[in-house]
Every structure is written in structure tokens, then in C-alpha cells.
């Protein structure tokens, strides 16, 4: 089935370590984007990408850094730089800015 | 800069009752697309509509309308005799044309509706 997958679903880390998150889908499309929410906060833009080697800095990306080495592949890295990493993060993607998106399941990312 | 505001933290209905959330939006573009999405329990955004900024009209999708008004800026959600199933956090977001680089989709901080019996 098409889609989007993130994994893992839970993720527990400690303080100081980088953790990855894999964003995977077989769409075809070409945008792709991480979001990440907080209670009572909404979604906010961390990074997003138009095309393989291309991506751009959403609203809260310091601490966070992104590839974009294969157009269904773009995983995002939550290095020891954020403050506050835990959070719940989702993974987009769409065929154009008329589409809608289409969301994973999400990466509930918790550090202790 | 685009920008979305939804007011409603909370809202707090009892079954059959009819509510509307509201969407109020800030763009500089003339050309550009609105959405709403549910997010159940379960954490997964689920879309339920998109609409253009050449498209006023209303639409009607069962127990489901949305208002989208240019004047006021404003995208809202009617849920038509609400029912338990109901219950979940809805989002409006925003997302301008975009020429060749990905266009930017925010969100607002969304509305959680609680529908009790």
C-alpha cells in the first residue's frame, strides 16, 4: 500500500545523544517535511524539501538537521543541540503546493 | 509570512450539538490553499478538505461544512450534530503557491473538540 512510514513509533534516548528518525514514502512525491508538536502547541515546521540535495529551514530547526538523498528518504536528526527534544514528531509529504499532505504515524522521541 | 490562527483551545459539546471551529489566516499571496485535518487519538493527521483562494464556495461533506470567507480571512469548520466520534484535535493550515521550491504548509495549534454523550 502507498504511504508513509516513520519509524520507530517510540524512541527513548539519553540526554546528549543524537537519535535519527526515518521518514520513508512511496508516493512519489517530491515535497517532504518534519513537524513537531507539542501539547497545546501544534504542529510547527522543523525542516522541509522540494528535491533530492535540496531542503530548507522551517520555523524551529536549530538543533535539528535533515538529508535528502533519495526522493522517498528524508530522515531527521535530533542532535545533542536541542534543548528540549522530547516531543512527538511527524513526517509528511505531498505532490505539490495544491496537494494536501499526507502524514505518518509519528515518532514519539523521549530523553531522559 | 504566512500565519494561522485558531483561537479555540478547547471546545466542549454534548452529542447532537452542532459546533464550528474557526480558522482565521494571514498570507501575502494571492494564490494559495487551505486545509483542515483530524488528528484522533491515535496521533495520525487524517485530511478532510482542501480549498483554493479562487474557490469561495461552501462545501458540504455529510455532517461536515466549511465557510471559507476572503473578506474576513477566514476558513471555518461546522460539525453538524456532533456525535462521540467526533472527539479529536482538528488543524488548519495554510499553504502558499510556491514557485520551484517546496511551499511552506503551517499549521495552526488547533482546536480539540470533546463530545460527550
Known amino acids: 500500500d502507498g504511504g508513509i512510514t516513520q519509524s520507530p513509533k517510540y524512541l527513548f534516548r539519553k540526554e546528549g545523544q543524537n537519535v535519527t528518525l526515518s521518514c520513508e514514502q512511496n508516493l512519489n512525491h517530491d515535497a517532504m517535511y518534519w513537524y513537531r508538536q507539542d501539547p497545546g502547541q501544534g504542529l510547527r515546521l522543523i525542516y522541509y524539501s522540494q528535491i533530492v540535495n535540496d531542503f530548507q529551514k522551517g520555523d524551529i530547526a536549530e538543533g535539528y538537521s535533515v538529508s535528502r538523498e533519495k526522493k522517498e528518504s528524508f530522515p531527521l536528526t535530533v542532535t545533542s543541540a536541542q534543548k528540549n527534544p522530547t516531543a512527538f514528531y511527524l513526517c509528511a509529504s505531498r505532490g505539490g503546493g495544491a496537494h494536501e499532505a499526507f502524514f505518518g504515524q509519528g515518532t514519539r522521541l523521549t530523553v531522559v | 509570512a504566512q500565519k494561522v490562527t485558531q483561537a479555540q483551545t478547547e471546545i466542549s459539546v454534548v452529542e447532537k450539538e452542532d459546533v464550528t471551529l474557526d480558522c482565521v489566516y494571514e498570507?501575502?499571496?494571492?494564490?494559495?490553499?487551505l486545509f483542515w485535518y483530524k488528528q484522533p487519538p491515535s496521533g495520525e493527521l487524517v485530511f478532510l478538505i482542501r480549498r483554493n483562494s479562487f474557490d469561495e464556495q461552501n462545501e458540504i461533506s455529510g455532517r461536515y461544512s466549511w465557510n471559507f470567507q476572503k473578506s474576513t480571512s477566514s476558513f471555518n469548520f461546522t460539525i453538524t450534530a456532533s456525535q462521540v466520534v467526533d472527539s479529536a484535535v482538528y488543524f488548519c493550515?495554510?499553504?502558499?503557491?510556491?514557485?520551484?521550491?517546496?511551499?511552506?504548509?503551517?499549521f495552526g495549534t488547533g482546536t480539540r473538540l470533546q463530545v460527550t454523550l
Open positions: 493550515a495554510l499553504s502558499e503557491a510556491g514557485t520551484g521550491t517546496a511551499s511552506k504548509l503551517t
Open positions: 498570507t501575502r499571496d494571492t494564490t494559495y490553499y
